[in-house]
């Protein structure tokens, strides 16, 4: 029987070492470094304002029309609210550079240069009695590494982000509520005449402001170095 | 050493140390350890790639339809004048009616995908994946069984030639020998040294193909494209023929063209949007964030939507102007 329960704990031991690994030490893919946004796709909708009232693209629900065709930039300026369309559901759709880091062991951070905004995507959940979080612009995103069991590797990360404050989807007005719920996936290719491939698959759900789901998938172009990182604060209009 | 090996090292001495009755619970152990070390939040190396796949049309990947615009696309100067010269009233001719679009067009057009897959009885493995065509549009095989590409002078089709392999969680894909077709159905051109790399990753119920398109001639960088499609419940059912009619033009009739200098639909979308003409017209620096400062002070607003404003398309203005 004593001999069962040490065969038992050195199983516990060994699975705990493995667990203790962090998320660092265990990333089967390489997201950080600095990467340029490659606009090739919904360029009327990214690289310029696109004009008021139009949602195209957008399965915006009856409540948020109002929204949209009373979108005031002026007004969310003058209320300090200059960031809304740089929340965490629309950033990574904002033509920039992002630079990918780990903040720590178990916390992937991203900042971009368009709106000087942090995204910290966290792998080890937050304590049981942690206080709640008030809603923030990048609100709070907890991930995981999605592996697949083949030889040759390849992965994903999904973070699931919520918490966030109201904002906009596009510049220009179409809005998600608190109640969003952000689903993304980072995955990484080569491409074929070298340099890497990021691409994100975002996957947003409002119960307040969508009939559907919203699914944009945003790419990245790597970049050597941060020699182009240009921070610019928010801006309401452009 | 690697981590099996250093897994066997290290619980060897202990098993020996169990004697008998210790051994006895031996697989239950390892059973155990083997669930721990595998995880959760494992997926398959492959997932299953045939189905109906529902486009989800969130994103806009080429702006339908107005002529001249070639906005997210980095074109060669040989590409802008050859897609200036583009009438679309050559789809009308007879003989061009039922040509079909090539193979970027599975993530360019406004379809679905719906997929099989077709197994070597003898062997039980996957030879290819096609993606059934549509009623304008010539489908696509994936080779999946190693075979080599044919010559370079092999013939040269609108489906291409394409074989595929499974990388990490993803189906990748090359297509060459693609006959000379379109990157965009307004007439950006491309040429039959083309290459078309393509990415098929699935997350949960959602698929995403991505494009990159490369063209020595055409293209001064390559255009990406990512689509989203959705699991369908119904199986999708696009295999309508296309039956060639009478459109206006003659039999014997010449290619409709424009002199490049001499589009008469060079400045319509620019002027519906306020867009900027370098944007419309495809140079490669439009691509890029610098670009988006660049333009900051000068750009004009369009005055606000008033009406179709959610409906995706911008034929759907134009029929209403």
């Known amino acids: 029987m004593r001999r069962g329960l040490a065969a038992f704990a050195l199983c516990l031991s060994v699975s705990v070492t493995a667990q203790a690994q962090t998320a660092r030490d265990t990333a089967p893919i390489d997201l950080t470094g600095y990467w340029v946004s490659y606009v090739t796709e919904n360029w009327r909708y990214r690289m310029v304002t696109p004009p008021k009232g139009e949602y195209r693209r957008i399965p915006a629900s009856p409540a948020a029309l109002p929204i949209i065709n009373g979108w005031d930039p002026v007004a969310d300026e003058k209320a300090g609210n200059q960031c809304k369309s740089f929340g965490g559901a629309a950033i990574m759709n904002v033509p920039g550079r992002l630079h990918i880091t780990w903040q720590d062991a178990n916390t992937l951070r991203i900042d971009t240069d368009a709106g000087t905004q942090t995204r910290r995507l966290h792998f080890a959940a937050a304590p049981l009695n942690a206080k709640p979080q008030a809603a923030s612009w990048q609100g709070d995103s907890a991930a995981r590494w999605e592996r697949t069991s083949s030889t040759e590797g390849g992965s994903s990360l999904r973070v699931v982000t919520t918490n966030m404050r109201a904002g906009y989807l596009r510049k220009n007005g179409v809005p998600y509520s608190e109640r969003t719920t952000m689903t993304e996936h980072f995955d990484v290719s080569a491409l074929p005449q070298g340099g890497q491939l990021l691409l994100v698959n975002i996957v947003v759900e409002d119960p307040t402001y969508l009939n559907a789901p919203y699914v944009t998938s945003p790419h990245f172009k790597k970049e050597p170095d941060g020699s182009k990182w240009d921070p610019t604060p928010c801006s309401s209009t452009w | ?321």
């Open chain 2, 1 to 321: 050493m690697g981590s099996d090996a250093m897994l066997i090292d290290l619980v060897t001495p202990v098993l020996r140390s169990l004697g008998e009755g210790g051994r006895r619970i031996v697989p239950v152990v390892l059973i155990a350890l083997l669930m721990v070390l595998l995880g959760a939040n494992r997926a398959s190396a492959q997932f299953d790639f045939t189905g109906s796949w529902g486009p989800i049309g969130t994103e806009d990947v080429q702006n339908d339809s107005l002529p001249v615009d070639y906005l997210g696309l980095a074109l060669t100067e040989e590409g802008r004048t050859r897609a200036l010269a583009y009438d679309e009233s050559q789809k009308s001719m007879l003989e061009r009616q039922c040509q079909g679009w090539g193979a970027a067009y599975a993530v360019l057009g406004p379809f679905g995908l719906r997929a099989s897959t077709q197994i070597d009885p003898a062997t039980n493995k996957v030879v290819s994946y096609t993606i059934d065509s549509w009623e304008d549009w010539n489908g696509l095989t994936i080779w999946m069984d190693g075979r080599p590409r044919p010559s370079q002078y092999a013939l040269h089709t609108q489906e291409g030639f394409t074989t595929g392999k499974w990388e990490g969680g993803a189906l990748t894909a090359r297509t060459t020998h693609m006959k000379v077709g379109f990157i965009r159905k307004t007439g950006v051109p491309l040429t039959d040294q083309a290459t078309i790399d393509w990415r098929f990753y699935r997350h949960d119920d959602v698929m995403t193909v991505v494009m990159i398109a490369t063209d020595p001639v055409y293209l001064v960088e390559p255009e990406i494209v990512s689509k989203s499609f959705r699991l369908s419940p119904r199986p999708l059912d696009y295999r309508t023929p296309c039956v060639p009619g009478y459109e206006g033009r003659e039999p014997g009739d010449g290619v409709p063209h424009f002199a490049p200098d001499k589009n008469p639909f060079a400045d319509e979308f620019i002027k519906f949007y306020s867009l900027p003409k370098e944007a419309v017209l495809g140079y490669p620096e439009t691509l890029y964030p610098e670009y988006r400062k660049k333009i900051k002070a000068t750009y004009v607003p369009p005055p606000p939507c008033k009406e179709a404003c959610g409906q995706a398309g911008n034929f759907v203005r134009r029929r209403e102007n």
